[in-house]
């Protein structure tokens, strides 16, 4: 019988020793702003936070009604109630990011993967994906929701709309619901040709399709939708009554020291019953926002000039280093996913099992525990992801790689050219260095 994933050897989470860009000013002073305010926030959000958000999703293609809103003190507590009041097993992709599985055996919701096909991850598989259904059915279990990430922590990569679309095909044939986790969307990175951004303009428009009506707090100018090869796109284009959109806005909006996340429902009795579901659980545990950071996800959510700037200048900096990152250990031997969105990279070490057993590296908590003393600083083995242990992959944040203190990275961020940064190159050559010293003369 297929039995429930393991736990992993210890629940990582998202956002620790990874570090972050500096808050932007115009939102710390925001934040700063309500600092005396002695109301709580409402379950869920205010008003004006539900029509931010609207706007928001209204700016990516997905028309949004206020009472469909959702908002938390962070994606993990958001996607801990919404897994609480769906019922049922949870699917999950192989491999996925480190903080699902924990979740939903906090909510005691056993956990299957199905794995990621070759070309991206954050996605099972189709096929995959319904005989991991039909043969947990056949063992006596009750498979009800698929955790997916169209742009995808651990790998870094973005799922092709093809591929999504025959997911979610398939989950609506076996009456999943499906969870979008869609943190990374706005950090998907732009082509080589794309001129930097300003705070004037910001990124231009997104491919495909008329734009969507201007909000009524400004001109249209969407944070996403880089031109190129790269396009994301949202299971609830697709089969919008049976999916939530989850969105944690550290992501891209605001620090992860200021939790904030966004779930939009279904517009139907499922996310009638979801809202209730996620109210009576956020409401039992004081899940609300914080009435400061409320403040500043509100601005954060409007998306003015300085916070499109931010969002296209990370993408920017995330991708340069990145591709650099992917091109010098590719030309080690050391296989990964080419990245395309976020500051992640999952590589994997199998081609070198052999002279890694010659330095007494057989595992991917050894890997962990080799290139986490080597580097300095947090690098999670696989089998914080759903793979096995005996697989020798690794993640990479690249975050770090655009400097060690706020000052290197804003000015990693300014560059017309982040990898002409003095740091930025010591870093890279730091990272080449260690995965050097594991391949064979």
């Not at 009554?241 to 969105?247: E, F, K």
């Amino acid at each position: 019988m297929q039995r429930p994933a393991p736990a992993p050897h210890s629940a990582a989470t998202p956002w620790a020793a990874e570090g972050a860009l500096p808050p932007l000013p115009e939102l710390a002073a925001r934040l700063a702003a309500a600092t005396g305010r002695s109301q709580p926030e409402p379950v869920g959000g205010a008003p004006e936070l539900h029509r931010a958000a609207c706007g928001y999703w209204a700016r990516r293609g997905l028309h949004t009604a206020p009472d469909q809103v959702f908002a938390g003190a962070g994606g993990q507590p958001l996607l801990l109630a919404l897994l609480a009041a769906s019922g049922g097993d949870v699917l999950l992709t192989r491999p996925s990011a480190a903080w699902y599985a924990p979740l939903a055996r906090l909510a005691g919701r056993p956990t299957y993967h199905a794995p990621a096909p070759a070309p991206s991850g954050g996605v099972p598989d189709p096929f995959a994906l319904l005989e991991t259904v039909r043969r947990v059915r056949a063992e006596g279990g009750d498979p009800r929701v698929l955790v997916l990430a169209v742009a995808d922590d651990p790998t870094g990569t973005v799922a092709p709309p093809e591929l999504l679309h025959e997911v979610c095909e398939a989950a609506a044939a076996e009456d999943l619901l499906i969870i979008s986790d869609e943190t990374w969307r706005d950090t998907v990175h732009p082509t080589a040709a794309d001129p930097p951004p300003t705070a004037a303009t910001g990124p231009p428009p997104r491919p495909g399709g008329a734009a969507p009506p201007e909000p009524a707090d400004g001109p249209e100018r969407p944070a996403t939708g880089w031109p190129g090869e790269t396009v994301v796109v949202s299971p609830a284009e697709m089969v919008p009554d049976r999916v939530v959109v989850l969105t944690d806005l550290a992501g891209a909006l605001t620090p992860p020291s200021w939790p904030a996340a966004i779930a939009r429902l279904p517009a139907s009795d499922r996310g009638a019953e979801l809202h209730a579901g996620l109210l009576a659980a956020l409401g039992a545990v004081r899940g609300e926002l914080p009435a400061p950071v409320a403040a500043a996800a509100l601005h954060a959510l409007h998306e003015p000039a300085p916070v499109r700037a931010r969002t296209a200048a990370a993408a920017r900096a995330y991708g340069a280093v990145g591709t650099a990152a992917y091109d010098r250990l590719t030309d080690l031997g050391v296989l990964s996913r080419p990245p395309r969105a976020g500051h992640h990279l999952y590589v994997d070490l199998a081609e070198l099992r052999g002279p890694l057993a010659e330095r007494g590296i057989a595992d991917a908590v050894d890997l962990e525990r080799h290139l986490t003393r080597r580097l300095g600083r947090p690098v999670p083995g696989g089998h914080r992801f759903g793979d096995a242990p005996d697989d020798l992959r690794v993640r990479l944040s690249t975050l770090p790689l655009l400097g060690a203190d706020d000052e290197q990275r804003l000015a990693t961020l300014a560059a017309r050219d982040p990898l002409e940064r003095p740091h930025v190159r010591a870093a890279l050559t730091l990272l080449e260095s260690a995965f050097s010293e594991l391949t064979p003369d």
